[in-house]
């Protein structure tokens, strides 16, 4: 299954749209706590995430707190 996972360190406590807790959201869900949240997206049914077994994006760390931005991919090998 072709999920991308995204953790955030946030300035605030709260995310200011979602709160606290497990949310649901268009294409994944959600789970916020204190100054970090996780993303899980790529829920099958609606909008999987574009990628092949052996290529795509899988992880993205985002640091709001030093503005920072990390990502992990894969990249596709020839047989």
Known sequence: MSKTVKLTARVNAKSPKYG????SISNGWR???????ITVFGKSSVKPTIRSKRSGLRWIVEN??????RVAHNVGQGN
């Open 20 to 23: 606290y807790g497990f949310h």
């Open 64 to 69: 709001n707190r030093s503005r920072l931005v």
């Open 31 to 37: 789970v916020d706590v204190p100054y970090h949240s």
